[in-house]
Nanobody
């Protein structure tokens, strides 16, 4: 059974940075991978995604602040988050799309507060 393990969440002050990581085990073919988030009382929304070929897309509210990257041999995806704002507070979930199905991580909490 494939399992995605996320790490890197935590408490950070406004303007600070965090890097989220997500690794799949066992190894799978990853066609597309990305990050979603769900804030308090909100629906889950796409933050950023990246294809196997390396083409990335970002939600408007993170453009210029967040950077997604992936390491195919390591079955990993990362989200570098800079200039964090209070409205970025949410549970962040990674997703990996394989040949036949999607896999989701368990979520990691990011709290931006002074």
């Amino acid at each position: 059974q494939v399992r995605l393990v996320e790490s890197g969440g935590g408490l950070v002050q406004p303007g600070g940075s965090l890097t989220l990581s997500c690794t799949a085990s066992p190894s799978i073919f990853i066609d597309y991978t990305g990050w979603y988030r769900q804030g308090p009382g909100k629906q889950r929304e796409l933050v950023a995604g990246i294809t196997r070929a390396g083409s990335s897309n970002y939600a408007d509210f993170v453009k210029g602040r967040f950077t997604i990257s992936r390491d195919i041999p390591k079955n990993a995806v990362y989200l570098q988050m800079n200039s964090l704002k209070s409205e970025d507070t949410a549970v962040y979930y990674c997703i990996m799309t394989g040949k036949t199905q999607d896999y989701w991580g368990q979520g990691t909490q990011v709290t931006v507060s002074s």
